[in-house]
Structures are given as structure tokens and as C-alpha cells.
């Protein structure tokens, strides 16, 4: 039995050539093809296909809002992205609305073939390039969240470099730890000690444990 695909690109040449390529290929019937997202929907709303090969970035509709609402109205279709560049940041955004497959335009017959087979069984069908870059960005270190609001108006850098100071870092040792030179530092710290009225590091680190920037000794923020 033949999976039946709907595939939905904006590029009228890169729509007909995947359909073309689709149609050379065994166990996959193309039942329908649309120019936006909103075609999309509308085609899997009336054919219910097995799996929609998605284009990322359509006009009045894109991928990613198409992905939500087909995975949300008729979960018995797939999606399968189709994109440009490999590190599009709304591949993960399109992961988020419930797409299962990731291919570049690049992709093979024998490529999409598999993905579609790959979705349809319950995995995740994902191109080489596509597959290294989530994992990249799975196994990047979260980036430390900052207050809403810093006080005394302290940016964002000179918080950091004032916890630093607290930690008994000296202004070497806090330029190498934020890859910065120690002139920088310096003024940073003279910055900090102007908005924040200390007049030496002991009065810094107090001023810090009182904002709360860092824990008291002892203690830790969970």
C-alpha cells in the first residue's frame, strides 16, 4: 500500500520537482501539492494523506503555524519539514507543533523515501545535517537566566562581573573567565561601584548576598 503525500512549497519549480520526484519513487503516491499553508491544511482537511512534505517559509500561512494546525486537527497526518539551511531556527519550532521528519531540499529520493517511511512507523525521520544540528542544540549548555529587572541600573554584564567579584575572582582571573581584557574589567567594575555607591570589594560582596545575586555562604539557589 502506497503512503499518499501532500507536498506544500511556495516554489512553484521546487513544488513540481519534488512531485516529479515523489511520482519516480515505489510506495509513495502524491495526492496533492500547495502553494502555501493554508492550502496545506485545506488539501489534509479534504485528502487526508499519510504525510505532508512541509516547506518552512510559505506566504500567508509558513510551515511551522500549517504544521501546528494539521497536527492539531488531523493527527492522523504526519509532517514531514522540508527546508533550506539545516540550521533554520524554525526547525525547532516546527519540532515544538508536531513535526516528525526534517529533510533538507538537497534530500535524495531514497531520502525522502525513508523519511516518510521513518514517520509513518513512529520514528523520526531526520537528515544527517538536520539531525546534528538538534543535536547541537540539545547538548548546548542552557544559558543562565537573568533577573527581569537588575538593580540600581546594572547591566547585565556588570551583574556578572559583580557576582564574580563576590566569588573572590580577581580582575585577571575575571577576564580570562569572561574572555574579556582586564581594562574592560576595570571599567566595569568602576561602573558597578558608581550605580551601586560601594566603595571597595568587601562592600561589593555584601551588596551582592543583599540583592540577591548570589546565595549567602551556606546556602544555594535551587
Not at 540539545?138 to 547585565?156: C, H
Amino acid at each position: 500500500m502506497s503512503a499518499r503525500v501532500v507536498v506544500a512549497d511556495d516554489q512553484a519549480v521546487v513544488r513540481e520537482g519534488i512531485v516529479m520526484l515523489l511520482g519516480m519513487l515505489p510506495g509513495i503516491e502524491v495526492v496533492g501539492a500547495a502553494r502555501d499553508g493554508e492550502e496545506a491544511v485545506a488539501l489534509v482537511a479534504e485528502l487526508a494523506p499519510d504525510v505532508v512534505l512541509m516547506d518552512l517559509r510559505m506566504p500567508r500561512c509558513d510551515g511551522v503555524e500549517a504544521t501546528r494546525r494539521i497536527r492539531a486537527d488531523h493527527s492522523g497526518t504526519q509532517v514531514v519539514v522540508l527546508t533550506t539551511y539545516a540550521d533554520d531556527d524554525s526547525l525547532f519550532a516546527a519540532l515544538q507543533a508536531g513535526a516528525r521528519g526534517y529533510l533538507t531540499k538537497d534530500a535524495g529520493g531514497e531520502e525522502i523515501a525513508r523519511a516518510v517511511e521513518d514517520v509513518l512507523a513512529g520514528q523520526a525521520g531526520l537528515a544527517p545535517a538536520v539531525q546534528r544540528r538538534l543535536l547541537e542544540r540539545v547538548t548546548a549548555p542552557p544559558v543562565p537566566a537573568a533577573p527581569a529587572e537588575l538593580p540600581d541600573g546594572l547591566t547585565a554584564r556588570e551583574a556578572e562581573v559583580l557576582t564574580l567579584v563576590a566569588e573572590g575572582l580577581s580582575n585577571k582571573e575575571i577576564a580570562g573567565h569572561l574572555h574579556i581584557g582586564a581594562a574592560t574589567v576595570k571599567t566595569h567594575i568602576n561602573n558597578l561601584f558608581a550605580k551601586t555607591g560601594v566603595r571597595d570589594r568587601a562592600q561589593a560582596v555584601r551588596y551582592a548576598y543583599q540583592q540577591g545575586l548570589i546565595p549567602p555562604p551556606g546556602t544555594s539557589f535551587t
